[in-house]
C-alpha cells in the first residue's frame, strides 16, 4: 500500500511537471480522485462524510465563521506526513482547487479554513503534523505548524526550566499562523518576535517540492518569516532558537479605575513602559472604566520593587502583588489564571462562544492625557469592547525594519489590539459598530502614511485583494499590505514571483506576485 501511494504520488509530480501544456479538468470530482489516490481515506472529510462539520469546526476559535452562510471547503485533508500536503498541493495545482492551510485556526478573519468570496477550496488542517523536538545541548528545537504554542511551551519546560522561547499568550494558536506573521507576546522587549529566533524551515511549494532554508533561498526564507500564512506555501515545521530565561520570574496584576487615577497612570505608562529595561514587560488591558497592567520581570520581587518605585512609582506596586514562578508557569497563569495548571496549555480545545471582531493599531507618540479622558468615555458606551497595549523597545525596536516582513520597530512605542465580542442572541451590529467609529476616533493619535497593522490581528477591513487575469493586482494589495508590512510589501511581493508566479496560494488578503523585470 505504502508502495502504492509513493508511487501516485511520484505520478501526479511528473503530471504536474508538464501541467501547463496539458488541459487540465478542472473537477472537483477528478481533485477528489487525485487526492484519494496519494492519500489514505481516514485522512481525507468531504462534505458528505459524517464528520466533516466536527473536523471543520474543531479548530473554528469565532463562532461567527460557524453559520450556513460560511463558505465551506470542498473537503479537509488531516496529513499525517510532508508527502500528504505535497499531494493535496499537487492535486489541487493539477484540478484548479486551490488549498488554505490551517494550524491553529486563530486566523482573527477565518482564512484558513473559510472563503469571504465563493469559491471552491480544499483546507489542509495540519493538527496532526504537531511534533516538538528540543535540543536541550545546542538550545534549539524543531516544531511542525501543526503544534500550539503550549504544546511547545510544555515540551521545552520538560527538557529545561531555564530555557523559553518568545511567541504569544494564548496556548491554543498554532504555531504555523502565529510564526508566519511574526508572533509576539511577554518576552518580546528581551528577546523580539518568534520570527527573529527561527534558524530553519521545511517548505512545501506550489510545485509539490519539499524546500529547507538553503533550497528554498534567502529572499523565501525571509518572506516566511512574518509575511503571513498562505502565500508562499506550506511551511511544515520550523526550527527554533530556544532563549535563557531565570529560574524565577514575577508577574503582577493591578488594576486602576478611572476614579483611582487610570487616565494619569497610563498616560505615564506610554512613556515609561517602552523604556524600561529589557527584562520588564507591562501591558496593558483597558476595558470600561478600568485598565488592568499585567507585568512579567525576568528576575525575583526584591529585584523589581526598587526597579518600580524607581521608574514607575505611579502605579504603586508593593509586595501584595507580586507572584513569584517560573516561566513555564507564567504561560497558563497569564492567560488561564492563577487556578490553571502547567499541564491546561496542552489542551487545545477552547469554551469560548463568544462571536468577535478585532483590528489594531501602532503608537509612535504618546497619546495626549485629554485623549485618554475621551478613550475612557468611548469605553464607557454600550456595547463597548477593549483595548489591549503591548509596549515595545528593547529587542524588538533594535532589529532593523528590513530584517523580517514584520516592520514595526523602532520608533513604535506600543501596539493596539482593539477586539469587541457578542453572543449569538444578537446580530452583533451594534458591536462592530463601535468597533469601527473607535477606530476611526483613534487616528489622529496612532500612526499614519501608513497608518500601521499587525498581520497577525487581521482585518478584512483594511482591504481586500483583486483578483485580474487569475493573478492577484499588486496595486491592489497596496492597500492593505503597506498598513501590515510597509516598505517591506513590495520586496515580499517580488518573493512571491519567484516562488509562486501563477499565485496558486491565495486568499483574501495573501501576497500578490510581482515580476520585477531587469
Known amino acids: 500500500m505504502t508502495s502504492s501511494r509513493s508511487l501516485a504520488l511520484a505520478l501526479l509530480f511528473s503530471l504536474l511537471s508538464c501541467y501547463a501544456s496539458v ?97 471552491v477550496f480544499a483546507v ?55 510564526f508566519s506573521g511574526g508572533g509576539f507576546g511577554m518576552l518580546l522587549r528581551k528577546y523580539g518576535v518568534a520570527i527573529d529566533n527561527v534558524l530553519d524551515a521545511t517548505l512545501v511549494d506550489a510545485n509539490g517540492r519539499i524546500l529547507d532554508k538553503q533550497a528554498m533561498g534567502t529572499d523565501v526564507f525571509w518572506a516566511i518569516r512574518g509575511g503571513g500564512g498562505e502565500s508562499f506555501g506550506i511551511v511544515l515545521s520550523w526550527q527554533v532558537k530556544l532563549v535563557p530565561v531565570p529560574p524565577t520570574v514575577t508577574m503582577f496584576n493591578v488594576t486602576k479605575s478611572v476614579d483611582q487615577g487610570a487616565v494619569d497612570v ?86 469560548t462562544k463568544s462571536f468577535s471582531k478585532a483590528t489594531s493599531d501602532y503608537v509612535r507618540q504618546a497619546i495626549p492625557r485629554e485623549a485618554w479622558v475621551k478613550i475612557f468615555a468611548w469605553l464607557a458606551k454600550p456595547d463597548s469592547g477593549l483595548m489591549i497595549m503591548d509596549p515595545y523597545g528593547g529587542k524588538i525596536g533594535s532589529v532593523p525594519e528590513s530584517a523580517t516582513p514584520f516592520p ?33 476616533f483613534m487616528g489622529p493619535y496612532v500612526s499614519n502614511n501608513p497608518r500601521e497593522a499587525y498581520v497577525n490581528y487581521r482585518d478584512l477591513d483594511l482591504g481586500l485583494n483583486v483578483v485580474v487575469g487569475n493573478v492577484t493586482s499588486y496595486r491592489a494589495g497596496k492597500v492593505w499590505g503597506e498598513k501590515y508590512y510597509m516598505a517591506n510589501f513590495r520586496r515580499l511581493a517580488v518573493a512571491k514571483a519567484k516562488v509562486d508566479p501563477d499565485d496558486y496560494f491565495r486568499n483574501e488578503q495573501s501576497i500578490p506576485p510581482l515580476v520585477v523585470t531587469k
Open 266 to 351: 497610563l498616560t505615564r505608562w506610554q512613556q515609561v513602559a517602552p523604556a524600561l529595561p529589557e527584562d520588564l514587560f507591562i501591558r496593558v488591558l483597558a476595558q470600561k472604566q478600568e485598565a488592568n497592567f499585567q507585568s512579567m520581570y525576568l528576575g525575583t520581587s526584591d529585584t523589581l520593587l526598587p526597579l518600580m518605585r524607581s521608574r514607575f512609582p505611579e502605579l504603586g506596586l508593593n509586595r501584595t502583588h507580586c507572584k513569584e514562578m517560573t516561566w513555564i508557569q507564567s504561560v497558563p497563569y497569564i492567560y488561564l489564571g492563577s487556578a490553571a495548571s502547567v499541564e491546561d496549555i496542552l489542551n487545545r480545545t477552547t469554551a
Open 124 to 178: 489542509v488542517d495540519l493538527a496532526n503534523l504537531r511534533s516538538v523536538r528540543v535540543d536541550q545541548k545546542s538550545a534549539t528545537a524543531w516544531v511542525d505548524s501543526g503544534a500550539t504554542l503550549g504544546e511547545l511551551y510544555y515540551a521545552i519546560s520538560k527538557a529545561s526550566n531555564l530555557l523559553a522561547f518568545p511567541a504569544g499568550l494564548c496556548p491554543t494558536i498554532g504555531v504555523g499562523g502565529h
Open 408 to 440: 514595526h520597530r523602532g520608533g513604535v512605542l506600543y501596539n493596539i489590539q482593539y477586539m469587541n465580542f457578542w453572543s449569538a442572541a444578537t446580530d452583533g451590529s451594534a458591536q462592530t459598530r463601535w468597533l469601527r467609529d473607535f477606530f476611526a
Open 23 to 119: 488541459p487540465s479538468l478542472a473537477s472537483s470530482d477528478a481533485f477528489l480522485q487525485c487526492l484519494s489516490a496519494a492519500i489514505p481515506k481516514q485522512l481525507l472529510y468531504t462534505q458528505s462524510s459524517p464528520s466533516f462539520t466536527s473536523v471543520l469546526v474543531s479548530s473554528i476559535r469565532n463562532p461567527k465563521f460557524s453559520t450556513p452562510g460560511t463558505v465551506r471547503p470542498l473537503c479537509i485533508v488531516t496529513p499525517t506526513n510532508a508527502s500528504h500536503v505535497q499531494a493535496a498541493v499537487v492535486c489541487g495545482r493539477r484540478n484548479d482547487v486551490r488549498v488554505r492551510v490551517r494550524s491553529g485556526g486563530h486566523d482573527y478573519e477565518g482564512l484558513s479554513y473559510r472563503s469571504a468570496r465563493p469559491e
